[in-house]
């Protein structure tokens, strides 16, 4: 009997293979980069110049929260992209969880062996292993171990519900994809407003104080930021984008204009209140510019050579490493203030060994683990070979 398939075979109008899409691989590597700047602003290793920290730390300040909303919508993107016909649900997540909990669990054991359980429980620790720990409303949670961990539980929702949400957006006419589109972009650009309802409850203390959330409502940026209900609407949205550009609904967007417009919407980003900095600044500029990536077919050798698709693909490893390497470092030089010169060269340290430390992640454990865990495949009766990212 075969078995139970939630993804539709191919219509007349979703060709079944899909050209690559490697400027939008390499451009991972960038979001990532700009997550390891915002780390870099909290670390304040440059403290000893006021007049480069303050506004160095201010145009950084939302680099993580940026890079994430791209992480959201490009996933949704990528995996309704590289949907397969007759895929089930069950060889699907499983897949899913090849790529994400190899990486995760390795991180989060060192995380835990060089900065400890911080001011986390052992059961928030547990919760963060289990990838569960974004759905609960406390910074010790989702903030916990290894600090970008938390997106994974977001992600790990995402895959999910996607066997569910894909016919729901295959079913969408072709006239009907703008205004769903549109009406997402509503939503997430209201959250925050929704979220001021919330009691301000909690607020980020001395754990976040070199942080742009100290002193904000952990209720309430929970709401925006880390729920993975909330943020499942970017990765819907990235859904109805890869739909709208396999079937040439939209117009060509230009990458050079849409990267103008994506530094534009970051710098005006950064005098928002701070439930609107993070999540509901970005949509826009981060959804124009995953469309121009898609629908550009020569990019530039920027985003598209075969080294930064070859970065790309270290993103992820680098995402998870790299701020345990800041915590080593900041462990290693301790609390003092730098002076510019050694804060420069301590900086480049890190990045190159955070660099250095994301290709072994990636060539030791993500990639064997991915490749051993997929040949396993307990819902596949054959091995499997895949083009999601």
């Not at 409303?137 to 961990?149: E, G, L, Q, R, W």
């Amino acid at each position: 009997m075969p078995k139970a398939s939630l993804l539709p075979e191919p219509t007349g109008t979703l060709p079944v293979t899909a050209r690559r899409l490697d400027a939008l691989t390499g451009l991972r590597f960038y979001a990532a980069l700009l997550v390891f700047a915002f780390h870099i602003s909290l670390s304040r290793f440059y403290l000893g110049d006021s007049d480069i920290v303050e506004p160095l730390q201010f145009i950084l300040k939302n680099g993580g929260w940026f890079g994430v909303t791209f992480f959201f919508i490009l996933s949704g993107f990528v995996l309704m992209w590289s949907a397969r016909a007759g895929d089930t649900p069950g060889r699907f997540i499983w897949r899913r969880i090849a790529k994400i909990v190899p990486n995760h669990a390795v991180t989060f054991f060192l995380a835990l062996a060089i900065g400890g359980l911080g001011a986390s429980t052992i059961g928030e620790a547990v919760a963060n292993l289990l990838l569960i720990h974004a759905w609960i409303p406390a910074d010790t949670a989702f903030f916990s171990i290894n600090h970008p961990s938390w997106s994974l539980s977001a992600e790990l929702f995402f895959y999910v519900a996607f066997p569910f949400v894909l016919p729901l957006v295959n079913r969408i006419p072709r006239h009907g994809l703008l205004l769903i589109g549109t009406a997402l972009i509503g939503l997430i650009t209201l959250a925050p407003l929704a979220a001021g309802l919330l009691p301000a409850g909690e607020l980020f203390g001395p754990n976040h104080a070199q942080s742009p959330l100290f002193g904000a409502s952990i209720p309430q940026i929970w709401a925006v930021y880390a729920l993975p209900p909330v943020r499942l609407l970017e990765f819907a949205l990235g859904m109805l984008a890869a739909r709208a550009v396999r079937e040439r609904i939209l117009p060509t967007i230009p990458l050079g204009p849409a990267l103008l417009v994506a530094a534009l919407g970051y710098g005006g980003s950064l005098f928002l209140p701070i439930t609107w900095q993070m999540d509901a600044a970005y949509v826009i500029p981060v959804l124009l510019l995953v469309i121009a990536a898609a629908q550009d077919t020569s990019p530039p050798g920027i985003f598209a050579s075969p080294a930064a698709v070859r970065l790309g693909e270290l993103s992820f490893a680098f995402y998870m490493v790299h701020d345990i390497v800041l915590t080593l470092t900041r462990s290693i030089v301790g609390s003092a203030a730098l002076q510019p010169l050694p804060a420069a060269l301590t900086i480049l340290a890190a990045f190159v060994l955070s660099l250095g430390c994301a290709y072994l992640l990636w060539r030791l454990v993500e990639v064997p683990a991915n490749n051993a865990l997929r040949s396993r495949n307990p819902f596949s009766a054959r091995p499997t070979i895949s083009r999601e990212a």
